[in-house]
């Protein structure tokens, strides 16, 4: 019998769209994230390593050391992150074009905190975002307590024309791992906004973390069949890695971390894959660093031997990636 595939995001968008449709990343100079700027917490979820979430971006003038958050009254920098934002996409969709032949494409707002600044500046990079040409829509990653009843109602009216997807880190629904990673909320806050934005009619991609600190992987299922439960549209599923000048790299010099280790992980994924109601899209099955940041484990450095691993336990069970 062949094995069964599973449904992915890019089946989905080519169901809907009647072709492939690229997924486009941006990084706007400016945004941070309540976690990291005292908001909330300092120093953000364990495993993040701030200062290079995003490169090169603090080093663009005159945007050095400006940062934005929801209380922020003025944003004189507004045109130069308009400005930043078309250069990215069309350099990237350019490429796109001339490699692929892509003629369709979402805008990924994805690095740190995207709907943390006021309104009007997301207003105008949401929108200056759909009018280029060929964008579907839109895919905004953030996380569930930094976005605003404002927002969400703006987005709602988009998403009336326009592809509108919210990708929220979920991570796990035990908060007393929430805590130990130093996330900044609690689960139920995640739950809340997940429910709220499916009920304005978004779309909602949840991400999932297997390996977190302390958690067993009935643990792990549990926080993937509450995210099902929940309503999300689209998964990305990832394991913990450690990677350098990370509080999370502190723990695992001190032997208070354990990596989970390739067969759990690649098992963990199986069960929850199994588990997953058929509409459910996955993004992504999981994750690695190839580069000297990472310290462990080393089997998260090679995606694609990564991917073929899981492709091998997942034809055991009749199914394919
Ligand atoms: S929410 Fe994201 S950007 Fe903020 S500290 Fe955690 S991982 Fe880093």
């Given at each position: ?7 992915t ?27 990291i ?9 364990t ?27 003025e ?38 905190t ?13 929108d ?29 009216t ?40 499916k ?34 549209d ?10 350098k000048?990370?509080?999370l790299?502190n ?21 929850a ?20 940041s ?16 899981i ?11």
């Amino acid at each position: 019998m062949q094995p069964k595939q599973i449904y992915t995001y890019g089946s989905y968008l080519q169901e809907r769209y009647g072709e492939k449709v690229f997924k486009v990343p941006v990084s706007i100079s400016g945004f941070t994230c309540p976690n990291i700027d005292g908001t909330v917490a300092r120093g953000g979820c364990t495993f993040c390593e701030n200062d290079s979430f995003s490169p090169s971006l603090d080093k663009v003038q005159p945007l050095k050391g400006f940062h934005l958050n929801l209380d922020s009254t003025e944003n004189p920098f507004l045109t130069k992150q308009l400005e930043q934002l078309e250069l990215q996409f069309g350099t990237l969709s350019r490429r796109l074009a001339r490699e692929y032949g892509a003629t369709k494409f979402l805008v990924y707002f994805q690095s740190f905190t995207n709907t943390y600044a006021p309104f009007e500046t997301l207003k105008a990079l949401y929108d200056k975002a759909l009018s280029f040409d060929n964008v579907v829509g839109l895919s905004i990653g953030t996380r569930s307590d930094s976005i605003t009843e404002e927002t969400l109602e703006y987005l709602a009216t988009l998403s009336k024309t326009k592809e509108i997807w919210v990708e929220y880190g979920i991570q796990s629904i035990y908060d007393e791992t929430l805590e130990r990673i130093n996330r900044g909320h609690d689960s139920a806050n995640v739950e809340r906004w997940i429910k709220k934005s499916k009920a304005a009619g978004l779309k909602v991609c949840g991400h999932l973390i297997f390996g977190l600190p302390g958690e067993t992987q009935a643990m792990m299922l549990e926080t993937a069949q509450k995210a099902y439960e929940w309503g999300i549209d689209s998964v990305k599923y990832h394991p913990l890695y450690v990677v350098k000048r990370t509080a999370l790299a502190n723990e695992y010099a001190r032997g208070d971390f354990t990596p989970i280790s390739e067969a759990e992980y690649i098992d963990t994924l199986v069960k929850a894959l199994q588990m997953k109601p058929e509409h459910v899209s996955v993004q992504r099955i999981t994750a690695g660093i190839d580069d000297d940041s990472l310290i462990a484990p080393q089997w998260c450095r090679d995606r694609n031997v990564q991917v073929r691993h899981i492709n091998a336990a997942l034809k055991q069970v009749g199914m394919k990636y």
